[in-house]
């Protein structure tokens, strides 16, 4: 490992102080001259013919400056994954409880509060399906009757509730199943969950003198926003602007666009700038969550090695398809080599609130499938479940799912360490005769993410930088790209200044989401730092008539190798490129994508089990992950423990309750959706497995997402290893528990055959 002067050092965030004492500014603290409060009226039906919509008397409240409803806006569809079907306001029809039918801008919340309940809406009720698996079944009720018509629609398989079908195929599955020593078949299911980041949506939109439109939003996407809203809106993207601002949390719920084009209408209807701030409730009951998810496996094994697998996953997408089923078929086989796969994931209809994102859609629930999976079977076959893994674990040279080769890479180092640290394989035992100890490990991969990224870097008068990309600061990543920018420019860490961005300023990037910063836009970072360091020992071999190779440039200096005091400082330089040929010192990158490079970690778990209760207690969690480079290791650590917090509560607390009738969630709030608290949490102990990528910054890869994976599946595992009882349904709630050791039926119920006979008929 090289010895780096920033990397591998850690750093406090470039915004700490601001954050700290509060003078960080959210998009809810804006305050504008003669600035309105948007309140939105939504649906209190799950699906629903809109009758009509009379709005006369709350426009005749004082105070009351705007109403618009479905029909103040072009009549344009927009969508995510290509698929363009849903209106950003309800037109003609609602799909689910809380979508969106009109919005109110006034002097005053409480006005606008009480405008909305004078707004009267005549509905004309439809059938509705709540279930994914009853919205799969023949003569089901249709969510969308014109989805042959939407935009970006492809797929037939499945039925009609069916908004796409994702597949992979490699080898010969029949024949290796023909010839397998044991076939294992195991159906799970992964609960509705929310992102629950502190911040809930806001956003504030004005219309500009020159008639542009500049929407401040608590957003991860601008430039999406901004495309996304100019559509909606009817409007160019020139004249839309886009500033994000400081974020409370996303976790993938604000990529896309959101609420921004309700206060953005009304200030354009209005003449005044609106602000719209959600409430906790409406974070749960509008701004899409995870839904749930049901996964068929069934794997053949021959002589202790998997041959074969084939998936079927149905992914609940609600009303709209708000983040694809991709998972399904890019992480069903997990950390293994499979030669033989017949992979299949559905993303189906339902008349509940639209699916989001959380921190890689699906992965989490794959994983769990996958490593429980994979503990059943070497439970079955009598092998220690860590030596199973190992023994089928994908290797260098591998073929993925996609097609690529897997590239050197830290998994069995991961193994390894967890092995070594926790003394594995053990017995744990508990002096208590009412309680059971167990241990149980998963392994998750992920990605690197891709995708476009840009940077530009200037060198200032007194030398200082300004490193300036369009992405959004998420989980501290500013502070991580500066240390990339001052590695290798040679520089301190509190000589780079990271500049404030917005869609006119910055460079077009993709999303701070997906795991992509690091690995993508770190590279264009690196790149642009490169190429300013290039041109910054052009001037100064033209200034010293000397060759570029003799110089280097170190220590916020560029000098002469044989003779170190001969040089300039990087002010120096800065100021004579004011009138040099080349102008003021400027470095530029831009990519749009990266090479596959795979993340790789090793969970484990110990918990102990009340056989009275059910209730479960994590006492350690360990977990070892291939990081490459730990650009900032105390940024790295608090991503991994962050996701292990999140991975635990998805686990064995949280759950979206929806009423089985009508999709309504019933527990829209912290006192009811439980979120685990400290004291529910072990100390997490990480260890970090540095084999350097080639394609990443000096080596760096991904970091964010893979901790949130293993918990589940970890813990489940752990549960069987204490009481003999495997619990396929999350969360590993002390009822599901209790009734799994009472003997009862637990086995979850998914006629996969169904799948397969539909997709018989495809095409």
């Known amino acids: 490992m090289p010895e780096y002067t920033v990397l591998e050092h850690s750093h406090p965030r470039v915004d700490a102080w601001e954050k700290v004492t509060g003078q960080a500014t959210y998009a809810a603290d804006l305050h504008l001259p003669g600035m309105l409060a948007c309140k939105l009226l939504t649906s209190p039906r799950s699906h629903a013919r809109i009758v009509s919509i009379d709005t006369s008397r709350a426009e005749k409240l004082p105070g009351v400056r705007a109403v618009i409803t479905g029909k103040d806006f072009p009549n344009t569809h927009f969508g995510s994954g290509g698929l363009k079907d849903r209106y950003i306001m309800a037109r003609d029809e609602v799909y689910y409880i809380g979508e969106p039918v009109a919005a109110v801008a006034a002097d005053d919340e409480m006005t606008a509060q009480e405008a909305l309940e004078l707004i009267r809406v005549e509905y004309q009720d439809l059938p509705a399906v709540v279930s994914p698996l009853d919205a799969l079944k023949s003569g089901a009720t249709v969510v969308h009757s014109d989805l042959p018509k939407f935009e970006g629609y492809g797929f037939a398989a499945g039925g009609p509730n069916v908004c796409t079908l994702l597949d992979a195929d490699r080898g010969d599955v029949e024949q290796a199943f023909h010839e397998a020593d044991h076939i294992?078949?195991?159906?799970?299911?992964?609960?509705?969950?929310?992102?629950?980041?502190?911040?809930?949506?806001?956003?504030?939109?004005?219309?500009?003198?020159?008639?542009?439109?500049?929407?401040?939003?608590?957003?991860?996407?601008?430039?999406?926003?901004?495309?996304?809203?100019?559509?909606?809106?009817?409007?160019?993207?020139?004249?839309?602007?886009?500033?994000?601002m400081e974020l409370g949390g996303g976790f993938g719920a604000k990529l896309r666009l959101a609420f921004e084009a309700f206060p953005a209408l009304l200030a354009i209807k209005s003449g005044h700038p609106v602000k719209l701030v959600n409430t906790r409730e409406e974070a749960f009951t509008m701004n899409g969550p995870r839904l749930p998810t049901h996964i068929h496996l069934k794997t053949a094994v021959k002589d202790g090695r998997i041959t074969a697998r084939e998936a079927h996953s149905v992914f609940d997408v609600g009303a709209y398809l708000g983040a694809g089923p991709n998972s399904g078929v890019g992480h069903a086989l997990g950390a293994y080599h499979i030669p033989n796969f017949k992979l299949r994931s559905y993303g189906v209809y339902t008349n509940k609130l639209y699916v989001g994102s959380y921190r890689a859609s699906g992965v989490a629930d794959m994983t769990f499938a996958v490593e429980s999976h994979?503990?059943?079977?070497?439970?079955?076959?009598?092998?220690?479940?860590?030596?199973?893994?190992?023994?089928?674990?994908?290797?260098?040279?591998?073929?993925?799912?996609?097609?690529?080769?897997?590239?050197?890479?830290?998994?069995?180092?991961?193994?390894?360490?967890?092995?070594?640290?926790?003394?594995?394989?053990?017995?744990?035992?508990?002096?208590?005769?009412?309680?059971?100890?167990?241990?149980?490990?998963?392994?998750?991969?992920?990605?690197?993410?891709?995708?476009?990224?840009?940077?530009?870097?200037?060198?200032?008068?007194?030398?200082?930088?300004?490193?300036?990309?369009?992405?959004?600061?998420?989980?501290?990543?500013?502070?991580?790209?500066?240390?990339?920018?001052?590695?290798?420019?040679?520089?301190?860490?509190?000589?780079?200044?990271?500049?404030?961005?917005?869609?006119?300023?910055?460079?077009?990037?993709?999303?701070?989401?997906?795991?992509?910063?690091?690995?993508?836009?770190?590279?264009?970072?690196?790149?642009?730092?490169?190429?300013?360091?290039?041109?910054?020992?052009?001037?100064?071999?033209?200034?010293?008539?000397?060759?570029?190779?003799?110089?280097?440039?170190?220590?916020?200096?560029?000098?002469?190798?044989?003779?170190?005091?001969?040089?300039?400082?990087?002010?120096?330089?800065?100021?004579?490129?004011?009138?040099?040929?080349?102008?003021?010192?400027?470095?530029?990158?831009?990519?749009?994508?990266?090479?596959?490079?795979?993340?790789?970690?090793?969970?484990?778990?110990?918990?102990?089990?009340?056989?009275?209760?059910?209730?479960?207690?994590?006492?350690?969690?360990?977990?070892?992950?291939?990081?490459?480079?730990?650009?900032?290791?105390?940024?790295?650590?608090?991503?991994?423990?962050?996701?292990?917090?999140?991975?635990?509560?998805?686990?064995?607390?949280?759950?979206?309750?929806?009423?089985?009738?009508?999709?309504?969630?019933?527990?829209?709030?912290?006192?009811?959706?439980?979120?685990?608290?400290?004291?529910?949490?072990?100390?997490?102990?990480?260890i970090l497995i540095r084999v350097p990528s080639p394609d990443g910054p000096f080596g760096a890869r991904a970091v964010a997402e893979p901790p949130g994976f293993g918990p589940p599946a970890a813990i489940a595992n752990a549960i069987y290893d204490a009481v003999g009882v495997r619990i396929k349904d999350l969360p590993l709630s002390p009822e599901r528990v209790l009734a799994a050791l009472q003997g009862k039926d637990t086995e979850i119920k998914m006629d996969v055959e169904a799948l397969r006979r539909a997709e018989a008929g495809r095409g």
């Open 184 to 244: 294992f078949e195991d159906t799970f299911r992964s609960q509705g969950i929310n992102q629950g980041f502190l911040e809930p949506m806001a956003c504030a939109a004005r219309v500009e003198p020159n008639g542009r439109l500049t929407v401040w939003a608590s957003t991860q996407g601008p430039y999406q926003v901004r495309a996304q809203l100019a559509g909606v809106l009817g409007m160019t993207i020139s004249n839309v602007k886009v500033i994000p």
């Open 374 to 686: 994979m503990d059943i079977i070497a439970h079955k076959l009598g092998v220690d479940p860590l030596d199973f893994r190992t023994i089928n674990a994908v290797k260098e040279g591998d073929q993925a799912v996609g097609g690529a080769r897997t590239p050197r890479n830290g998994l069995q180092e991961t193994i390894q360490a967890v092995k070594e640290r926790l003394g594995l394989p053990k017995k744990l035992t508990s002096d208590n005769p009412n309680e059971a100890r167990g241990v149980g490990v998963a392994l998750c991969e992920w990605r690197s993410g891709s995708g476009p990224s840009t940077a530009s870097i200037s060198v200032n008068e007194d030398g200082t930088v300004s490193l300036l990309t369009g992405s959004v600061d998420i989980s501290g990543s500013d502070t991580s790209l500066a240390q990339i920018a001052a590695e290798a420019l040679g520089v301190k860490m509190e000589q780079v200044i990271v500049a404030e961005r917005d869609t006119d300023l910055a460079p077009f990037t993709g999303p701070s989401g997906g795991s992509r910063i690091i690995y993508s836009q770190g590279k264009a970072v690196q790149m642009a730092a490169e190429d300013t360091r290039k041109k910054l020992i052009a001037l100064a071999a033209e200034r010293l008539k000397l060759s570029p190779e003799a110089l280097s440039c170190a220590g916020g200096r560029v000098y002469v190798q044989d003779n170190p005091p001969q040089g300039f400082t990087l002010g120096q330089l800065a100021r004579q490129s004011l009138t040099s040929k080349g102008g003021p010192i400027i470095g530029t990158a831009a990519l749009s994508s990266m090479p596959y490079t795979p993340v790789f970690c090793t969970h484990a778990a110990e918990v102990v089990v009340d056989k009275g209760t059910g209730q479960v207690r994590v006492t350690r969690y360990l977990q070892a992950q291939d990081v490459g480079v730990a650009i900032n290791p105390m940024s790295v650590e608090g991503q991994l423990e962050g996701g292990v917090v999140q991975g635990i509560g998805r686990a064995l607390t949280e759950e979206i309750q929806w009423d089985p009738n009508t999709g309504k969630v019933r527990n829209p709030s912290l006192a009811t959706y439980l979120m685990p608290l400290a004291v529910d949490m072990p100390q997490v102990e990480n």
